[in-house]
């Protein structure tokens, strides 16, 4: 049974940092990308980040772009999400989610995500 | 940077009618496409991908179509546990980027 399970959130002030963590388990974690999403409160969907299945590359939506860096363990099936320079507008839900192996493939598993709140 | 627009933005069908959703991006991606489900207070959970192909689980009278730059999804006879938001999402270049949602009320 796939498992994907995020864990890290909370609430930090403006300009504040955190870092989000994801652990992955039942499927084979070193053959697939993985990504974050986030959702605004009663807002769509907005992929933040991704990570190939090497980590070798990384890809980040211009909002985030030199304020969040995504990494990846394969040793520990772990992702993570360090986000620095937090706004206000950073709040969401954020979802850990992988890819199905190889390449050109969906978000096949979604965690249950976690919540972030940046508010003085 | 891909932009992918869905249309309607709001969508209100009765129970056993046909649903019609649209996506468009705004180059061509192949059939490189997702739709994904997201019912109220749930995770989005993934459809359709590679544009035509159902995932795991998912009921016939959900269909996709379409490739290069404009998609379809079509729900052949709407349930109640089809009240959702509908995303379509490409994942032929990065970033991997979502459309704005329809959000499907049943009449």
């Known amino acids: 049974e796939v498992h994907v399970l995020e864990s890290g959130g909370g609430l930090v002030q403006p300009g504040g940092s955190l870092r989000l963590s994801c652990a992955a388990s039942g499927f084979t974690f070193s053959s697939s990308a993985m990504s974050w999403v986030r959702q605004a409160p009663g807002k769509g969907l907005e992929w933040v980040s991704g990570i190939t299945d090497t980590g070798f590359a990384t890809f980040h939506a211009d909002s985030v772009k030199g304020r969040f860096t995504i990494s990846r363990d394969n040793s520990k099936n772990m992702v993570y999400l360090q986000m620095n320079s937090l706004r206000a507008e950073d709040t969401a839900v954020y979802y850990c989610a992988a890819y199905g192996s190889g390449t050109y493939q969906p978000l096949d598993y979604w965690g249950q995500g976690t919540l972030i709140t940046v508010s003085s | 940077e891909i932009v992918m627009t869905q249309s309607p933005a709001t969508l209100s069908v009765s129970p056993g009618e046909r649903a019609t959703l649209s996506c468009r991006a705004s180059?061509?991606?192949?059939?490189?496409l997702a739709w994904y489900q997201q019912n109220p207070g749930q995770v989005p959970r993934l459809l359709i991908y590679?544009?035509?192909t159902r995932a795991t689980g998912i009921p016939a009278r959900f269909s996709g179509s379409g490739s290069g730059a404009d998609f379809t999804l079509t729900i052949s006879s709407l349930q109640s546990e089809d009240l959702a938001v509908y995303y379509c999402?490409?994942?032929?270049?990065?970033?991997?980027?979502f459309g704005q949602g329809t959000k499907l009320e049943i009449k």
């Open positions: 999402q490409q994942y032929n270049n990065w970033p991997h980027t």
């Open positions: 180059q061509s991606i192949n059939s490189d």
């Open positions: 590679g544009a035509s």
